[in-house]
Every structure is written in C-alpha cells, then in structure tokens.
C-alpha cells in the first residue's frame, strides 16, 4: 500500500526545503531585526540549515 521509496523521497525534498527556506530567512530576519540573534546562534542555525539540506539530498538520492 505505501511505496518506501516515494515516502523516502518526499522526506527528502521535505527536509531540503525547510533547510533552504531556513538558511534564507533567519539570517535575512536577523539582517532586519539586529540584536535578536546573536552571531554564535545564527552560525548554529545556519549549520543546522546545511545538514537538513544534505539530508534532504541524500535522502533523495538514496537508490
């Protein structure tokens, strides 16, 4: 009833937009808001925002 595989990619393309939208809007919210992250947090949540895309992406690519 449920293909693994399709679940598997959506999953994918899922993490990898959440991950593109985060590292877009946080530091351009931090760019319009100053004072309300600091440069180690944003540092983090831009990390944060590079692992879901290359989870998305492995996800994806995963045969």
Do not use: Q
């Amino acid at each position: 009833m449920f293909d693994g595989r399709r679940i598997e990619r959506v999953f994918g393309e899922t993490m990898r937009e959440i991950g593109i939208l985060v590292i877009v809007f946080v530091p351009l919210d931090a760019a319009f808001a100053p004072n309300t992250l600091g440069p180690a947090t944003l540092r983090r949540v831009v990390i944060g925002a590079a692992a879901l895309i290359f989870g998305g992406i492995m996800a994806e690519s995963r045969k």
